[in-house]
């Protein structure tokens, strides 16, 4: 069973004592109140939004509270593994991002050598030209 949080009320309008919190639709405790008005319902008790007469509509009876409470328990530890995720995806964008760059600076760090390996050739070949020309210079006397 989802573990539930308990606090108190201070507000005339709210039951006093113990409830579960639970979040209406724009993420703000919805508090625990009774119906005052005369009528079948009078003293049913009940969370609402304290704009749920205007513009959130988040009610429910405080026998309903058991599957909400769990759903948005479960709603919150998803909401903190997607934080998670997204922070791991963060980080493993930055180690992307410095592997391409360290690639990036040995792929030039390979051009310079390839073009020194290609001077190095140039100039032995040169030497050995000059020896063969110096070589047929000397037989040919």
Same mark, same amino acid.
């Not at 429910?60 to 997607?82: A, C, G, S, T, Y």
């Not at 493993?92 to 990036?104: G, Q």
């Given at each position: 069973?989802?573990?539930?949080?308990?606090?108190?009320?201070?507000?005339?309008?709210?039951c006093r004592?113990?409830y579960?919190?639970?979040?209406?639709?724009?993420?703000?405790?919805?508090?625990?109140r009774?119906?005052?008005h005369?009528?079948?319902?009078q003293?049913?008790?009940f969370?609402?939004?304290f704009y749920?007469?205007?513009?959130c509509?988040?009610?429910?009876? $405080?026998? *309903?509270i058991?599957?909400?409470?769990?759903?948005?328990?479960?709603?919150?530890? #998803? =909401?903190? @593994?997607?934080? $998670?995720? *997204?922070?791991?995806?963060s980080?493993l964008?930055m180690?992307?991002k410095?592997? #391409? =760059?360290r @690639?990036?600076?040995?792929?030039?760090?390979?051009a310079?050598?390839?073009?020194q390996?290609?001077e190095a050739?140039?100039e032995?070949?040169?030497?050995r030209?000059?020896r063969?020309?110096a070589?047929?210079?000397?037989?040919?006397?």
């Amino acid at each position: 069973m989802v573990s539930q949080q308990f606090s108190g009320s201070g507000s005339s309008s709210l039951c006093r004592g113990s409830y579960p919190q639970l979040y209406c639709f724009h993420n703000e405790v919805a508090p625990l109140r009774v119906v005052r008005h005369v009528g079948p319902h009078q003293g049913n008790r009940f969370y609402g939004c304290f704009y749920w007469s205007r513009t959130c509509g988040f009610f429910k009876w $405080e026998d *309903e509270i058991d599957d909400i409470h769990e759903m948005q328990q479960l709603m919150f530890e #998803k =909401d903190v @593994k997607i934080a $998670e995720l *997204e922070l791991h995806k963060s980080e493993l964008e930055m180690k992307v991002k410095r592997l #391409k =760059d360290r @690639k990036s600076e040995l792929e030039d760090q390979v051009a310079q050598f390839g073009i020194q390996i290609t001077e190095a050739r140039l100039e032995l070949q040169s030497t050995r030209a000059c020896r063969e020309l110096a070589l047929a210079f000397i037989l040919s006397w």
